[in-house]
């Protein structure tokens, strides 16, 4: 699970299927049953609306410029841990999260992209990837530091996972999100058209209280 980073609102991540693309696709924002939207990146849909190829291209200038502030990591040191648990204690969804479960799900995470201030080496933002580097990776926990939100960190994470050389074979990238971070999720050509799929989730507690 994963925050807006934009107006401190929750983001889900994903499971999904797949679609072929048509040039020009967008996304409806249809609901669910349960109030979650899933997504799903097509890499052979191009969007070429004007607002769009804008988007990236200003999205490209802010990246520039933000590699004079910030690093992206693929490792955490012990410190960067702990603040990114303590990321996780600032929201609803995420703060039952422990601190050795955060260490064993990253020691287990295939990829994950961090941002960190290069002046104190504080992070700043964070995502993470589940994937076979083949036919899906699905994007988890994408967060931004409160004080950072608004300055565009989550639009440069977002894009570092789908330009990622690691990730250059995937066929589909994947996550859900609440209806309203539809429009978010458009400007990097997600779409929810997947015909009758839902989300599907077994959660041990539950089975453990029957």
Known sequence: MAEDPRRNRRIFDSHGGTRTGTKNTVARGATHRSGVTIWHHDPTVRLERPETLVFRFLLGMMHIEMRAAYDILEHLTDDQV????????????????????????????????????????????????????????????????????????????????????????????ELYCRPDLIPYYNRFGFTDELGDLRLMRFSRGDVAAR
């Open 82 to 173: 702990v603040q990114l648990h303590a990321l996780y204690q600032g929201e609803w969804w995420s703060r039952d999260r422990q601190l050795d479960d955060v260490r064993h799900m990253l020691a287990n995470t295939p990829l994950l992209v961090a941002m960190v201030d290069r002046a104190d080496r504080q992070l700043v933002g964070f995502a993470r990837v589940l994937t076979d580097c083949t036919y899906r990776a699905i994007l988890f926990d994408l967060i931004v530091h409160p004080t950072r939100r608004g300055e565009g960190l989550g639009d440069v994470l977002v894009r570092t996972v789908l330009d990622h050389p690691r990730l250059a074979s995937v066929k589909n990238f």
